[in-house]
């Protein structure tokens, strides 16, 4: 994995790809091997130095958001601002910067459920954006949305990789996904079996789901 990539990580239910995501974020501890991001090798890193690094060097974005229903989109970022603060962490922008980064600079005072699927999906990737971190890893971010409302998240995304230089690390069970992505990785049964490189990574409103 190369900075700033954008990577698509493929397989069916069971492969491994959620795992794989656990293991490079420092959620997950290998019982053998060893985990290199960004030169380091984290698999035997103690508890607190696994929380600086996903403090310092990870973005999550999962299909199920977590969103706190009684703040609005603004508070919900605010919120994360202020936890990576505390934890010693230096963000770029403020709250109104990163909702209008993806798309949101209207809805900024809305409550969760006053937003579509996709908008809440768009808080969660601004909300991951609190803390600035190089590395997003994203779990089926768009298994819980309609085909229009996926393609425009994935065209958040893709645009946060090209304009902001963030590494990006998706995983999917959907194949045509992977038309978007410089590089793919088919997993089967925890091992990567295939790899593909996309010179001309498709638009995302260019893929037919």
């Given at each position: 994995?190369?900075?700033?990539?954008?990577?698509?990580?493929?397989?069916?239910?069971?492969?491994?790809?959620?795992?794989?995501?656990?293991?490079?974020?420092?959620?997950?501890?290998?019982?053998?091997?060893?985990?290199?991001?960004?030169?380091?090798?984290?698999?035997?890193?103690?508890?607190?130095?696994?929380?600086?690094?996903?403090?310092?060097?990870?973005?999550?974005i999962f299909q199920f958001l977590n969103l706190i229903p009684t703040l609005t989109a603004r508070e919900n970022v605010e919120?994360?601002?202020?936890?990576?603060?505390?934890?010693?962490?230096?963000?770029?922008?403020?709250?109104?910067?990163?909702?209008?980064?993806?798309?949101?600079?209207?809805?900024?005072?809305?409550?969760?459920?006053?937003?579509?699927?996709?908008?809440?999906?768009?808080?969660?990737?601004?909300?991951?954006?609190?803390?600035?971190?190089?590395?997003?890893?994203?779990?089926?971010?768009?298994?819980?949305?309609?085909?229009?409302?996926?393609?425009?998240?994935?065209?958040?995304?893709?645009?946060?990789?090209?304009?902001?230089?963030?590494?990006?690390?998706?995983?999917?069970?959907n194949a045509v996904i992977g038309k978007i992505a410089g590089r793919v990785l088919h997993l089967h049964d925890g091992k990567?079996?295939?790899?593909?490189?996309?010179?001309v990574p498709l638009d995302p409103e260019e893929i037919e789901w």
């Open positions: 994995m190369e900075r700033s990539e954008f990577i698509v990580v493929l397989g069916p239910s069971g492969s491994g790809k959620t795992t794989l995501l656990n293991l490079i974020g420092g959620i997950d501890s290998p019982t053998e091997g060893k985990i290199i991001v960004d030169g380091v090798d984290i698999s035997g890193f103690e508890e607190e130095k696994l929380t600086r690094f996903r403090r310092e060097k990870i973005g999550f919120f994360a601002l202020e936890l990576a603060t505390r934890d010693g962490a230096k963000p770029g922008r403020d709250a109104r910067e990163l909702l209008a980064m993806v798309g949101l600079k209207e809805r900024l005072d809305h409550f969760p459920y006053q937003l579509s699927g996709g908008e809440q999906q768009r808080v969660a990737i601004a909300r991951a954006l609190a803390k600035n971190p190089p590395l997003m890893l994203c779990d089926e971010p768009t298994g819980e949305l309609d085909f229009r409302t996926g393609k425009t998240i994935l065209k958040v995304m893709r645009e946060l990789n090209r304009n902001e230089g963030k590494t990006f690390i998706l995983v999917s069970h990567i079996v295939k790899e593909e490189r996309n010179e």
